[in-house]
């Protein structure tokens, strides 16, 4: 059987969407839901397993199962078999049956700063958010570890939220929000910064299986090629929060004179 | 073993990737690598199952194969396990060893215009390519169908591929080609055009399995909310194929300045 929420409808408090990439049980999302119970009634919503890496995958050629999960006291827990996109698609349509006020994704256990942001599960479950008209933010930790100090991150995702639920976001946009990896107290501060051209130097290791055959695993190291001091790559490295606003609307306005130009 | 492209490295030929998200044998790539074929030296390394709406996912948890497949006369071709983007990296830095001069992608089974750029495989590939410099274009087909009528397609390769290699493009964008379904002498011609506000109102199929378990499968409907004529939408219902170009760089550069008045 769906199980359909049982919300705690305090009045005026704002119902918050919380979802991951890292899976339902990764210690950032427990951080980013106790942030949230702060601030709203919250439900959680987020991948059975790891989904890393998916981009803004969603699945249309096969089918997608939830079930309800004990996460903590007074927050409607759920995990399904999807990716982070598919997380918020069924949230909104069938855990929900209406769109949150807010959608928080993270508190992911590594960078999206720059070009990771096209490939993140966390940043494109907040982009969906976006495309369905909700405030939305992702966040995540430089620290990759597990037992991350996810203490700066909390505190971090608290101004932000109750920044967004006072003031909102613009249509159509989205917050990609980076926390240094550092104690609280040695936080400068946090910034609102353009993607840096950063990108990843890629390689794969090359190897063999026990039955001899080759596979292949993908490795590389990650270089910043922008001198800019107004890119997230600058603030991280100088211990500032990076907030990057972040659209969907793809088209590179200044190449259409240029395309103009064409035999076409 | 991995077996590296036996490449008829033609002088002053240029080097042509090939790839796709609905396969290595769909249609729609037989009919691009034709048309590559025109133009230069092809190789080809597609997915080895269709990966539609797999946007920019990567695989990093996981393990990658490739192998030969024997695709068309005179071209390499190689099927991974991977994403449409694995394939564009597992290209670059395993098959060809270098980058090429121009990467295709497509011709895709069905529209990749307005929200659907960030869904779509085909079109993830392309923007991969755009991330590592590479001059990419992505092609689409309105029709759906596998016997499509991809004629009216082939002809618009043929001139975009033409023009990419004589005026290349912009540092880091790649094009978004949709194709109306019609026949080749019904085109009314190219435009060039911004992304279109279109969005899926999902929703999703409740459905029992044969073990009484509940799925769901995602569903939903079309809906263009733009009114512009400058759009891929516009175009594609008036019968010319759209040319959107794309970028990475997914900051909303408008909205930073409201978000510099927040309390952080």
Same mark, same amino acid.
């Given at each position: 059987?769906?199980?359909?929420?049982?919300?705690?409808?305090?009045?005026?408090?704002?119902?918050?969407?919380?979802?991951?990439?890292?899976?339902?049980?990764?210690?950032?999302?427990?951080?980013?839901?106790?942030?949230?119970?702060?601030?709203?009634?919250?439900?959680?919503?987020?991948?059975?397993?790891?989904?890393?890496?998916?981009?803004?995958?969603?699945?249309?050629?096969?089918?997608?199962?939830?079930?309800?999960?004990?996460?903590?006291?007074?927050?409607?827990?759920?995990?399904?078999?999807?990716?982070?996109?598919?997380?918020?698609? !069924?949230? %909104? $349509?069938?855990? !929900?049956?209406?769109?949150?006020?807010?959608? !928080?994704?993270?508190?992911?256990?590594?960078?999206?700063?720059?070009?990771?942001?096209?490939?993140?599960?966390?940043?494109?479950?907040?982009?969906?958010?976006?495309?369905?008209?909700?405030?939305?933010?992702?966040?995540?930790?430089?620290?990759?570890?597990?037992?991350?100090?996810?203490?700066?991150?909390?505190?971090?995702?608290?101004?932000?939220?109750?920044?967004?639920?006072?003031?909102?976001?613009?249509?159509? %946009?989205?917050?990609?929000?980076?926390?240094?990896?550092?104690?609280?107290?040695?936080?400068?501060?946090?910034?609102?910064?353009?993607?840096?051209?950063?990108?990843? !130097?890629?390689?794969?290791?090359?190897?063999?299986?026990?039955?001899?055959?080759?596979? $292949?695993?993908?490795?590389?190291?990650?270089?910043? $090629?922008?001198?800019?001091?107004?890119?997230?790559?600058?603030?991280?490295?100088?211990?500032?929060?990076?907030?990057?606003?972040?659209?969907?609307?793809?088209?590179?306005?200044?190449?259409?004179?240029?395309?103009?130009?064409?035999? %076409?």
């Amino acid at each position: 059987m769906v199980c359909l929420p049982d919300m705690a409808t305090t009045e005026n408090r704002p119902l918050i969407l919380v979802t991951n990439d890292d899976g339902v049980f990764a210690p950032g999302l427990r951080v980013l839901t106790e942030v949230a119970k702060k601030h709203g009634d919250v439900v959680v919503v987020a991948p059975d397993k790891p989904q890393s890496g998916m981009g803004h995958a969603v699945t249309i050629n096969g089918i997608l199962r939830f079930a309800t999960v004990d996460l903590m006291e007074g927050v409607s827990a759920y995990s399904t078999t999807g990716t982070p996109v598919d997380c918020v698609k !069924l949230a %909104i $349509f069938k855990v !929900l049956n209406r769109k949150p006020d807010l959608l !928080l994704s993270g508190i992911n256990h590594g960078a999206n700063s720059s070009i990771n942001v096209i490939y993140s599960g966390t940043m494109s479950a907040a982009l969906e958010g976006a495309v369905e008209g909700i405030p939305s933010v992702g966040f995540s930790s430089l620290d990759h570890s597990h037992s991350a100090d996810l203490e700066g991150a909390r505190h971090v995702a608290d101004v932000v939220v109750g920044n967004m639920l006072r003031h909102g976001l613009a249509e159509g %946009i989205c917050l990609n929000v980076n926390i240094p990896a550092c104690p609280k107290e040695q936080l400068k501060g946090i910034r609102v910064c353009r993607q840096a051209k950063a990108f990843w !130097l890629d390689d794969f290791d090359h190897r063999t299986d026990p039955g001899g055959k080759d596979y $292949f695993w993908l490795t590389g190291k990650f270089k910043n $090629f922008d001198k800019g001091e107004d890119t997230d790559e600058f603030a991280l490295e100088h211990q500032y929060v990076s907030v990057v606003p972040v659209h969907y609307d793809l088209t590179a306005y200044h190449a259409i004179p240029q395309l103009q130009q064409w035999e %076409i």
